[in-house]
C-alpha cells in the first residue's frame, strides 16, 4: 500500500507549487508511481505470488493501520522518503510500532 496526504493550506501553497491543489496532485502521482513500481519489481521476482497494490489518501500512520486492522501479520520498511532518511527506523514505521494491534514485520 503507498499512501498519500493532501498538502497542508499554507498560505501560497508548499514550497515549490504554486497551490495546494498543485501539490496535493503532484503527492497522488508521486505515490501511484511508487506503487506500480513496487508491484511491477515483486511480481517479476516472484512470479507465482499475486502481488497487488493500493494507493490510499490519508496520513500514512493512520491509513496502513487502518488496513492492517483485523489481519495477522502488518509488514513494513524500515525507513522511507520523509526527513528521517538515514535513521534506523523511519517515522512512519515509528509510528505504526506505537499504533498497530497486531504483530508488525519491520524488513529492510
Do not use: C, F
Not at 508548499?14 to 519489481?41: F, H, L, M, W
Not at 490519508?58 to 488496513?67: E, I, N, R
Amino acid at each position: 500500500m503507498s499512501t498519500w496526504a493532501p498538502a497542508e493550506p499554507w498560505t501560497n501553497g508548499p514550497a515549490g507549487y504554486t497551490s495546494v491543489a498543485e501539490a496535493s496532485k503532484d503527492y497522488q502521482a508521486s505515490a501511484e508511481k511508487i506503487n506500480a513500481e513496487i508491484v511491477a519489481r515483486v511480481s517479476q521476482e516472484h512470479p507465482n505470488l499475486k502481488v497487488t497494490g493500493t494507493v490510499v489518501k490519508g496520513k500514512p500512520v493512520d491509513s496502513l493501520v487502518k488496513a492492517a486492522a483485523g489481519g495477522g501479520l502488518l509488514v513494513v520498511g524500515k525507513r522511507g522518503y520523509g526527513s528521517l532518511v538515514g535513521s534506523t527506523v523511519g517515522s512512519t514505521t515509528l509510528g505504526v510500532l506505537n499504533s498497530a494491534k497486531l504483530p508488525i514485520m519491520v524488513v529492510d
